[in-house]
């Protein structure tokens, strides 16, 4: 098993920056850990993800805005987002993958998401 926490989200204005954190526990190895966002009325997407190795990926809307990153042994991911747009709004998950299944997903273990709202 793995527990996961998200911290940071809050209530921003466009333009704003915004680093999220995802606490892990629980099972030591993860192959890899990600992002994940659902806004209103739509589906969950996938926004970044960082492998055991380093390895990222990112969604084509947050690419040279968002950074993924990792500390030793993936105890905690942190998405750092720059120049916020309302289109970002949406509750944030983290998300971990135990064994290698493509870094946009599926995903094995979720935490319970943070809200961030951008304001025009």
């Known amino acids: 098993q793995v527990q996961l926490v998200e911290s940071g989200g809050g209530l921003l204005q466009a333009g704003d920056s915004l680093r999220l954190s995802c606490a892990a526990s629980?099972?030591?190895?993860?192959?890899?850990m990600g992002w994940f966002r659902q806004a209103p009325g739509k589906e969950r997407e996938f926004v970044a993800s960082?492998?055991?190795?380093?390895?990222?990926v990112y969604a084509d809307s947050v690419k040279g805005r968002f950074t993924i990153s990792g500390n030793n042994g993936m105890k905690a991911v942190y998405l750092q987002m720059n120049s916020l747009t309302p289109e970002d709004t949406a509750t944030y998950y983290c998300?971990?993958?135990?064994?290698?299944?493509?870094?946009?997903?599926?995903?094995?273990?979720w935490g319970q998401g943070t809200q961030v709202t951008v304001s025009s």
């Open positions: 960082i492998t055991w190795s380093g390895d990222t």
């Open positions: 998300a971990a993958q135990i064994a290698s299944r493509g870094l946009r997903g599926p995903y094995d273990y």
């Open positions: 629980g099972r030591t190895f993860r192959f890899a």
